[in-house]
């Protein structure tokens, strides 16, 4: 699944490709998505990061919502002709944005928004003591929280697992049970590894490729997730795998206590 890294990127590519670009058409290939209104006309004025949704700010005070939930991405094209597993399109004279998307889970809608920070966003302005009043005290396993999006926006599995591994804190620990300098310490190092995923343009080992069908290199800066069995590069443990809620967990239980 597309985390903060990889929307990140995206949105970044977008604002510098189709800032100012009016829409000439829109297009809806699943029905599934149905009910878009037509876009013909607007003016692209900016796009954003929102948790992990992409917001594209329209000349009209509407946005259009992009979440990419397990599968989705965008791909920029100057051809018109629909790639395999194409949801969606809006075309400019620039070029045509594609929803590509094998599961067929992610979402787009218009609609207006507060165009307002998210409060609870690592990179773009977390207050930490609303977080060590409000979540930290909650009786879930650490990892649970690190991936709620009412607590932590855009942090999913991958990250959580390469969080966790690089301070030292087991997944399995419950997040009342931390001090408030494990907190800071876990801020810390998610604010730098997030930062990382970002200039490594996310982290592909499935699906997730740019805006230019561009594989991330993330994947090379694993530390933890997708490492069962081998040796950990702390201290020189075995990294194991566990499920937690349905989901792989992958951490060393040798130096994460």
Not at 18 to 35: A, E, P, R, W
Not at 129 to 146: P, S, T
Not at 167 to 192: D, M, Y
Not at 225 to 231: F, N, T
């Amino acid at each position: 699944m597309p985390e903060l890294p990889e929307v990140e990127t995206l949105s970044r590519q977008l604002q510098k490709k189709i800032c100012g670009c009016v829409i000439l058409t829109s297009k809806v290939y699943d029905d599934k998505l149905n009910g878009m209104r037509n876009l013909q006309g607007r003016r692209i004025l900016d796009v954003e990061r929102r948790g992990k949704t992409i917001a594209i700010h329209l000349d009209d005070g509407n946005s259009i919502l992009i979440h990419l939930r397990m599968t989705g991405r965008l791909l920029l094209q100057s051809s018109s002709v629909r790639p395999k597993h194409g949801r969606w399109r809006i075309a400019m004279k620039e070029g045509n944005i594609f929803l590509v998307d094998p599961r067929r889970f992610a979402t787009v809608k218009v609609e207006k928004i507060k165009q307002e920070k998210i409060e609870n966003d690592l990179l773009t302005g977390f207050d930490q003591d609303i977080f060590l009043e409000n979540q930290a005290r909650r009786k879930v396993n650490v990892k649970v929280l690190l991936m709620d999006p009412k607590a932590v926006a855009g942090i999913g599995n991958i990250y959580a697992c390469e969080i966790l591994h690089r301070t030292g804190i087991s997944p399995l620990r419950q997040a009342a049970n931390l001090s408030v300098k494990e907190w800071k310490t876990v801020f810390s190092h998610a604010k730098r590894i997030l930062k990382k995923g970002i200039e490594k343009r996310g982290t592909s080992i499935s699906d997730w490729r740019d805006l230019y069908g561009c594989k991330g290199e993330n994947q090379n800066e694993l530390k933890a997730y997708g490492r069962e069995g081998k040796c950990c590069l702390m201290c020189g443990g075995t990294i194991c795998r566990i499920k937690q809620g349905g989901r792989s967990t992958f951490y060393c239980p040798d130096c994460q206590q």
